[in-house]
């Protein structure tokens, strides 16, 4: 093990109308911003949740300023949780903990959903509307240098919370930048880094919508074994929609007009659909079957349209597959063909990559990935490890 990941001068500040909650990690300044109207306290749950996987993936100790409060909560769990993520990944090493204060953390009886305008965000808020006294909206994960975009996705999602008469909390930060730079993906870091601005909010109670469901269950960042061990002392963390499908999801908002139409799938744009992607085109497709309609997306008028979905990785099949049993229900025979088609398709992909790298070994099919320009390949950390 060789010399600690520091994590030092925490600070907390007024920006331009902002509050900036900040610190150095390992050398660089990774920062939060947050609106003025959240009560913030300073504390060092949320970079440690920034820094653990960099911590793991070096086999360094993450040493704490000796300024920076961390929750006796946290630091038992923490190891847990490293059991858990190691687990996923045999690349990553169980790490110590060391310095700071250690002092338990007080909550507030406000309660917080994540919510970007997506079919779980959506369905999350309306199922826990009554409780939910503020949406949370968080720059960085998709289309990092894209502000415009961004000020109009927060503009649309606070006249969308000034419909229910909650607040909006809107989120920048440079975490994917920081994660990026040092090859870590942003689908194993971004659980971690919404647990950790669930609990520097404050809040009582934050919900994690998921897109996993029990019968689906697959090593994910945000997860229902890993996101309640993220709650300190009255700032409970709950991953939310486990029990539910996406169509069933999008079914159960046909009640709530306001959020389907609000509804922001799309994989290239943050502040309006394109209609055309292959996110776009499955959500429409579950409208379509379900027949009903959504002011942020048009009908599908011909279903050649849906033969341009794909599946692009684990986390893709079981929503063709959810859309597969819809078609059944519906009795849309040749939906049933199309969506078997798709699902075939990437099976016989999956399969075929499979055998090559179980005849080249993982090496010599990292090397020809890299030729072939798949730079995923080319993460220090992903959810399943450089050899599986």
Request: glycine share 6%; net charge positive.
């Amino acid at each position: 093990m060789g010399e600690p990941l520091k994590i030092s001068e925490l600070t907390l500040m007024q920006v331009a109308g902002r509050q900036q909650l900040s610190a150095k990690v390992d050398g660089e300044i990774v920062w939060f911003d947050f609106p003025r109207s959240i009560e913030l306290e300073a504390r060092g749950e949320i970079f440690i949740a920034v820094a653990l996987l960099e911590a793991m993936v070096s086999n360094k100790a993450i040493e704490l300023g000796d300024d920076i409060v961390i929750s006796p909560t946290l630091l038992r769990r923490i190891d847990t949780l490293q059991d858990i993520y190691s687990c996923w990944n045999k690349d990553l090493k169980k790490i110590a903990i060391k310095g700071g204060i250690i002092r338990a953390s007080v909550g507030n009886n406000l309660v917080g959903c994540f919510y970007s305008g997506g079919v779980d965000g959506a369905y999350s808020f309306c199922q826990h509307q009554r409780e939910v006294t503020h949406l949370i909206t968080l720059a960085g994960f998709d289309l990092v240098n894209n502000q415009t975009q961004w000020r109009n996705l927060v503009a649309k999602n606070k006249l969308f919370a000034k419909k229910f008469n909650i607040a909006l909390v809107d989120i920048n930060s440079n975490v994917r930048q920081f994660s990026e730079k040092r090859k870590i993906s942003i689908y194993f870091q971004h659980g971690l880094t919404l647990a950790g601005i669930a609990i520097s909010l404050g809040f009582g109670k934050t919900y994690i919508p998921t897109g996993l469901t029990y019968d689906d269950l697959f090593p994910w960042s945000s997860h229902p074994l890993t996101d309640h061990l993220w709650s300190i002392e009255e700032r409970d963390v709950i991953h939310d929609g486990v029990e539910m499908s996406r169509s069933s999801k999008i079914k159960f908002l046909a009640d709530y007009p306001e959020a389907l139409d609000n509804l922001q799938v799309c994989w290239g744009n943050i502040d309006h659909n394109c209609g055309q992607c292959s996110k776009c085109i499955r959500t429409r497709a579950a409208l379509h079957l379900i027949k009903v309609s959504c002011a942020s997306l048009a009908p599908i008028v011909d279903i050649k349209e849906l033969n341009k979905i794909t599946i692009s990785g684990t986390s893709g099949l079981p929503v063709i597959k959810d859309l597969l049993n819809l078609a059944y229900i519906h009795q849309c025979d040749d939906e049933v063909k199309i969506f078997k088609r798709i699902t075939r398709r990437y099976l016989i992909k999956l399969h075929t990559e499979e055998l090559i790298k179980s005849i080249l070994g993982p090496k010599l099919t990292r090397y020809i990935a890299r030729l072939r320009g798949g730079l995923w390949k080319e993460y220090r950390v992903t959810m399943e490890g450089k050899d599986e």
